[in-house]
């Protein structure tokens, strides 16, 4: 398994390839395809439970979620998301439920600094913080976040929606890899939400998201065919039956 030292010594060598994952099959998926790090994001909020942002997750669907990504993995780093209104007791909480030590952090260099004292491998979050934010907007004002973000000890930095300049900027100045998501092609590496670059969550698409595949149209044809087969009588098949 990828440690988080073994991610931060890849700055300069070559692009960090992140996604998010929230379940067994995909977290298995993604391991097996190469992915370096897999996020278990409090994107799960919307994209998983349907909500309409991220502040509702608790600690123990995170801790839940991790541990069925956790069943899955065996290359990959995995980082925990810290949710909204968690600090140092629910980081400890999934360090003890769960043996892993890795967790992301919005903002907040003080708490960082906390957990790497406590050895956690801590992944920073600047930029747009869906935590903290009231409303979906490019963010300028993100660089003496995350130069503390460094000096608080973390490994890694997620960039999210900032000026792809700036951020080649700042990627430039920092000794840790940046990770970027709406922050151009000049950061250490890029992370997307699954489902989103799967093409599932069709009612979102930000300027920065590409679709790599059209799974929400794969899974609508499939559900349609199932349906016509049922209604006609030609599934199950005798070859499908005992
Ligand atoms: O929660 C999440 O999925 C994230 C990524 C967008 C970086 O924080």
């Known amino acids: ?13 070559r692009k960090i390839v992140a996604l998010t994952a929230y379940d067994f099959l ?8 190469g992915v370096d790090i897999i996020l278990v994001g409090d994107s799960l909020g919307m994209v998983v439970y349907g909500e309409k942002d991220t502040k509702g997750v608790s600690i123990d669907d995170m801790i839940r979620h991790t541990g069925a990504v956790m069943n899955g993995v065996s290359k990959a780093l995995i980082v925990a998301d810290l949710p909204y209104g968690c600090g140092f007791d ?13 967790v992301k952090v919005e903002g907040q260099p ?11 491998d801590v992944m920073g ?9 009231t409303e979906f907007r490019v963010q300028k004002e993100f660089a003496d976040e995350a130069y503390a973000i460094e000096q608080a000890g973390a490994f890694s930095i997620v960039l999210e929606c900032v000026p792809a300049e700036m951020a080649a900027d700042v990627t430039s100045r920092l000794n840790i890899p940046t990770i ?4 151009g092609a000049g950061c250490d590496g890029q ?20 679709e790599y595949a059209n799974l929400d149209s794969a899974c609508r044809q499939a559900v349609k065919l199932y349906k016509e087969d049922v209604i006609s009588g030609n599934f199950p098949s005798h070859n499908e039956s005992y």
Request: proline share 4%; aromatic share 6%; glycine share 8%.
């Open 1 to 13: 398994m990828f440690s988080a030292s073994e991610i931060k010594a890849l700055k300069g060598k």
């Open 110 to 120: 003080d708490l960082v600094k906390a957990l790497c004292a406590d050895s956690f």
């Open 90 to 102: 629910e980081a400890r909480l999934i360090r003890d439920e769960l043996g892993i030590s890795c």
């Open 26 to 33: 995909m977290a298995k998926l993604l391991d097996e395809e």
């Open 125 to 133: 979050h600047a930029g747009l913080k869906p935590q903290q934010a």
């Open 180 to 183: 970027g998501i709406g922050a």
């Open 191 to 210: 992370i997307l939400v699954l489902p989103d670059m799967l093409g599932m969550n069709k009612g979102f698409k930000p300027k920065f998201l590409r």
